[in-house]
Structures are given as structure tokens and as C-alpha cells.
């Protein structure tokens, strides 16, 4: 093969074919039978081989010039990637053009030649193994008690429980770290986190270990934080327990919005207002983005933008938060160094709900928290010190925090050091960006998507949030998106309607008209 290779770095900048005749009798028989064979560098047609410079047909073809072979050859890489028949084509592609996998997969959807749910190789994780050790640490027994959870109806990663006794609450968190140590399981720091996305959830550990170690069905093992509370719900007490519980109840969020209006489990809201107050007395700041939701049907798409800011969402945040705060607490005491979560610069934004812009000012106010194993202070929270622990189903960083949580419990040493850790953030928070990243880009492009199908030739409001000489940017508030329109002179926060005239969901873009 690298002779035939030869052979077509003389000819591709040259000619475009050459009769079988010219090939044999300038470069040999056994040449002329490598190349009538499959190759990536000449293609056999009737009585001459093309040759193919598949960089200038690349360019051709985003140009709009037709190429059913050059399809297949693209569609086959976009499903099977490095392991795809075709790979030297594509190296060559990219390598001479020096373009990415998204422009290839970019190119082929605008053209009609994707299912918008079809995702390439490059967004789809593989299946992992895992090795699991079960520590026999001694538990409670907390199986009588009314134990249950709240989450969404297609949750299976179920962390986290409550339980409430009296003036006592417990906040059970699925004990992951007594049988999963990343010393041995360092590849899940490459794989960070669990990424949901609109057409299929890539979990952070297998269905199987999920099933195990998942709070719901059965008696489960969980690290358990024990609060006891006045009269007037202030902090008197904690205790971090190992104990084994048995979930009575699993409400989703609507459900628990109704029940939180009852007792016992009213207290549970007037003791996550008392925590928040403290925050925001602090310095902290109330504010969550609503959620987009999809779910894909066959011939339809459903959207929801879901508000965070309801009773049921609030009472689960500031409780998980308490819990996270107060064991980040007890590591910093006792010089643990753990994954915390740090923003030490000071913010002053005004934030108003009824602004029209509330939710794009959220969007572009906040920097991310830095990742440290020293402890610092989260300004945006309003609290000295935070690094999480209830999700360990879902994120490396809780069972790496909560495998020092267990190791203070017991009076031990911290199995990482803080120069270890720091080793993991490197390798973790780049892997999590990227996650990050394809989670959002994948919302955005189904929410182009929802548009399409469903407002072109239509009008939707916006708001203008961003100005120059030349265009306006709007925000679009029930879609959490931006476009730039080439129209001047609109003042910030104005708001206009906008008539949708095309969309296009792989660019990420709409063709939109200021409708006076």
C-alpha cells in the first residue's frame, strides 16, 4: 500500500484519472492490481482510474457538488469511527483540511443525509467494567424508617433519600465509596460524570453497578447524615452515619410539590428557607436556570422548560447543599484535602426575576467554580468552604470526597494525597468540560430542532440583550437560546417579535425577521 501511496502523491495535484493503459504501463502490472483492488487512492471506472483527491472532493462537496461515494464513505465513519473501513480516506480529509469530526458530522446533517437522532460515534460512550471491593463496615439500622426520594420519573441513579423523625431529619446518600475506590478504577476519571442528553443517558457506571448500589429497590447502604433541630428549626446536633435503609416512597418533583404542603414534611421547607437565608446573608446569590426537557417521539418532539424554582426542586437543592456543606466542613477541620469546589471572586450583579433578561444576565454572570483539593470559600453560595457529596452515583468527585469522609470517620489518614488529587482534577475537569459542552450544544441543537418543526413561519418574542452598530443580539427566554439579527438602533431589554424564516438545527442558527 505505501507504494500505491506513492504512486498518488505523483499524480493527485496533476491529473484527476488515467487510463488502466497510461497506470500499467508507467508504473507496473502488480501497481494496476493494487489499484483496481479497494483503495483509498484510486477508484476504478470503466477504462480509467480516478484519482482520488478526497480533501478537494470534501471542499467540492460542502461547495454543493454531488458525491454519493464520498456519502457512504462519511456516513460509515460517523457510525463506526476509527474502527470504520474507510479510516485512511478520512485521515486524509482531515489532516489536509485540518477539520474535526463535528464539521464532518456539521456538513452531512445540513445536507439531509442524518436522522437528527442519530448520534455520531464521537457523542456515544462505550460500555465500562468496574472493581467493586465491598468494605463490611458496621451499620445502623434505619430500615423502619419512612424513608423516601424524589426525582424525576425516568431517574435510576437514585443518591440521595430523606427521612423524617420528629424533630430529627436524615439525609441518606447511596454509599458508593464502601465498595468503589478510584485508586482502583482510575478510568472513571475518564468518563467524570454521568451526560444526559435528549436522545439517550451515557451513565457515569454500568446498569448493573447503578442496580446495586442505586438507593431504590431493596435494603441499600448509605452514608447517612443525621440533623437534629430546635423548636425553631435551628441546627442543635449532626452525626454522619453508616446505615442501611429501605426506600418507602419514590415521589417525583409534581408529587412532592403537593405533599411538601403537609406535615411532617412541611418542616422540611421551613428548615431549607432558614439554611438559604444563611446564604444569602452570606453573600450568596438565589438564582437557577429552568430546565430544558425533550423527550423524543417517533413523530413528534415534546419540550418543557421546567422551572427550578419551585417549592419541591428548592426543598431537595438546599437540603443536598446542607448536607454537602457540612461534611466539606469536617474535612477542612481536619486538614482532608478533597474535591472542593471553590469561587473566591466577589460578584456584584443585580438580578431581578421580572426582568425579561433575568435568566440570559444567570447565563452570563457566573464563572465556574475552580476545582481544588485545598478549600476555599464559594462567594456564590455563601459559604466558607463546599465541595459535594450526594451524587456519587453520578460524579467521580463525590466518591473520591466521600472515600475521605469514611477515612476521617474512622480516625484513619486520607488515602489521596493533595498532590494526588490535584492529578485528578487534571485529568477529570477536561473530560468534564467536554461533557459539559456536548450536553449543552446537544440541547441547543434539539431546541433548533423543536423550532423548526414547530414555529418556522411563525413569530416568538425576544428580547434585546446585546447591541452594536451593526446588529442587535436577542434572547429568547422559553428557549434559553441567542441570534444576532442585522438590525440597529434597539435599546437593551426592548422587546421585539421576531418571524422565524428557517432554521438550521446543525448550525445552530435561525434565518429570523423583526416583525414591527
Not at 463506526?80 to 463535528?102: A, P
Not at 480516625?411 to 461533557?435: D, G, M, T, W
Not at 438590525?487 to 421585539?496: F, H, N, R, T
Amino acid at each position: 500500500m505505501s507504494k500505491l501511496r506513492e504512486i498518488w502523491e505523483i499524480l493527485v495535484n496533476k491529473v484527476d484519472r488515467i487510463s488502466l493503459e497510461e497506470f500499467k504501463s508507467s508504473y507496473g502490472e502488480e501497481a494496476l492490481e493494487m489499484a483496481i483492488s479497494p483503495n483509498p487512492y484510486f477508484s476504478i471506472r470503466e477504462d480509467y482510474l480516478r484519482v482520488n483527491n478526497w480533501p478537494k472532493r470534501f471542499t467540492n462537496f460542502e461547495s454543493g457538488k454531488r458525491d454519493d461515494e464520498l456519502v457512504q464513505i462519511l456516513i460509515d465513519y460517523l457510525k463506526n469511527g476509527y474502527r470504520s473501513k474507510n479510516i485512511q480516506i478520512i485521515e486524509e480529509i482531515k489532516s489536509n483540511l485540518s477539520i474535526d469530526d463535528m464539521r464532518i458530522y456539521k456538513t452531512l446533517g445540513r445536507k439531509g443525509y442524518l436522522k437528527y437522532n442519530e448520534l455520531p460515534f464521537f457523542l456515544i460512550e462505550e460500555p465500562i467494567s468496574i472493581n467493586l471491593e465491598e468494605e463490611n463496615y458496621e451499620r445502623v439500622d434505619l430500615t423502619d424508617l419512612y424513608s423516601f426520594s424524589v426525582d424525576d420519573d425516568e431517574t435510576i441513579e437514585v443518591d440521595d433519600a430523606i427521612s423524617i423523625d420528629s424533630n430529627k431529619i436524615y439525609i441518606h446518600v447511596a454509599d458508593v465509596s464502601s465498595c468503589l475506590k478510584i485508586s482502583k478504577n482510575l478510568h472513571l476519571l475518564e468518563r467524570v460524570i454521568s451526560l444526559y442528553l435528549p436522545e439517550k443517558n451515557f451513565y457515569l457506571l454500568p446498569s448493573d453497578v447503578i442496580e446495586k448500589l442505586s438507593l431504590n429497590n431493596g435494603i441499600k447502604n448509605s452514608l447517612t447524615l443525621l440533623l437534629e433541630f430546635d423548636e425553631n428549626y435551628n441546627l442543635k446536633n449532626f452525626k454522619f452515619l453508616r446505615a442501611r435503609i429501605k426506600l418507602k416512597d419514590r415521589f417525583n418533583y409534581k408529587t412532592f410539590e403537593k405533599i411538601l404542603l403537609i406535615e411532617p414534611f412541611k418542616k422540611l421547607l421551613s428548615i431549607s428557607r432558614k439554611f438559604q437565608l444563611m446564604r444569602l446573608n452570606n453573600g450568596g446569590y438565589n438564582y437557577v436556570l429552568p430546565l430544558r426537557k425533550f423527550k423524543i417521539e417517533e413523530n413528534r418532539i415534546k419540550y418543557e422548560l421546567i422551572d427550578l424554582n419551585s417549592k419541591s426542586y428548592f426543598v431537595i437543592s438546599e437540603l443536598m447543599i446542607l448536607y454537602n456543606y457540612i461534611a466539606s466542613k469536617l474535612l477542612k477541620k481536619n486538614d482532608f484535602p478533597g474535591i472542593y469546589r471553590n469561587y473566591e471572586e466577589k460578584t456584584n450583579i443585580n438580578l431581578n426575576e421580572n426582568d425579561p433578561l433575568y435568566y440570559y444576565k444567570i447565563m452570563n454572570a457566573f464563572k465556574s467554580t475552580i476545582l481544588s483539593s485545598s478549600p476555599k470559600p464559594h462567594y456564590i453560595l455563601g459559604l466558607d468552604v463546599y465541595a459535594q457529596f450526594t451524587s456519587p452515583l453520578r460524579r467521580v468527585y463525590d466518591i473520591i470526597n466521600q472515600e475521605h469522609l469514611h477515612r476521617l470517620l474512622d480516625n484513619l489518614q486520607p488515602r489521596y494525597s493533595s498532590e494526588k488529587i490535584e492529578e485528578f482534577i487534571r485529568i477529570a475537569i477536561r473530560v468534564e468540560k467536554r461533557k459539559k459542552l456536548i450536553q449543552r450544544n446537544r440541547l441547543d441543537f434539539w431546541t433548533y430542532v423543536y423550532l423548526k418543526e414547530n414555529y418556522k413561519d411563525k413569530i416568538i418574542k425576544g428580547f434585546v440583550c446585546r447591541v452594536n452598530d451593526k446588529w442587535s443580539e436577542l434572547f429568547f427566554p422559553e428557549f434559553l437560546i441567542t441570534e444576532k439579527v442585522y438590525y440597529k438602533g434597539l435599546d437593551i431589554g426592548k422587546k421585539v417579535n421576531c418571524l422565524i424564516k428557517d432554521v438550521d438545527p446543525f448550525g445552530g442558527k435561525m434565518d429570523i425577521f423583526i416583525v414591527k
